[in-house]
């Protein structure tokens, strides 16, 4: 059984540039949550994905987008690039949207100069 | 909406001394409550989670923690730390109903010394 992976591990991209994040959820995981964790603070809930649905968002602008698909494998995608954005993007799997056991992935670490 | 606070950012102490890590949280409906560990350069690990029955609650690497409805707090212990549970710790809710989307406090650093 494989576990949460992410890719890539770390990227730096320019302000104002897009960047696609991918996530591959746990075997037989069908609901993936994103969440940005800036430089010393907790994280934060982006957006949850169930079924290839999206299922709840936090409060991030419309820049923020995802994609989940028939395999339950997750994008994130971020246009308009900020220096803010700098920030861990960690990925989360479960199976059902009420399911209390999350796995996390490492996280992808992002860097805007 | 939820709100978590951890009271403290950084934590030291000496190896083989008794922690705890103090968190309180706010809702206006029910929750269920967390503890994750992110080491360096590593994703969120769940230590334990309370869901309802007893309010206390074990976890791994020795850890446990306290459900508090009245003071609103989940604060997490260890009777006995090592070297190898530095790390970040995070407490975290969600709401015991619906989709599940955890609302994390700011963290508290343990770092164990020799």
Do not use: M
């Amino acid at each position: 059984e494989t576990g949460v992976t992410q890719s890539p591990t770390h990227l730096i991209k320019t302000r104002g540039q897009q960047v696609t994040l991918r996530c591959s959820s746990q075997s037989g995981h069908n609901t993936v949550s994103w969440y940005q964790q800036a430089l010393g603070q907790g994280p934060q809930f982006i957006f949850q994905y169930y079924r290839e649905e999206e299922n709840g968002r936090g409060n991030f602008p419309p820049r923020f987008s995802g994609l989940q698909f028939p395999n339950y494998s997750s994008e994130l995608n971020v246009n308009a690039l900020e220096l803010d954005d700098s920030a861990l993007y960690l990925c989360a799997s479960s199976f059902g949207q009420e399911s209390t056991e999350a796995f996390f992935g490492q996280g992808t670490r992002l860097t805007v100069v | 909406a939820q709100s978590v606070t951890q009271l403290d950012s950084q934590v030291p102490v000496f190896e083989e001394a008794p922690v705890e890590l103090r968190c309180n949280y706010s809702s206006s409906v029910s929750v269920y409550l967390f503890w994750y560990v992110q080491y360096p350069n590593q994703g969120l690990q769940l230590l334990l989670k309370y869901l309802s029955g007893s309010t206390l609650v074990k976890g791994i690497n020795g850890f446990e923690a306290e459900f508090n409805k009245s003071q609103t707090s989940f604060h997490l212990r260890k009777p006995s730390v090592h070297i190898s549970d530095t790390a970040e710790y995070f407490c975290a809710v969600t709401p015991g109903a619906g989709r599940r989307a955890l609302t994390f406090g700011s963290g508290t650093r343990l770092q164990v010394q020799p």
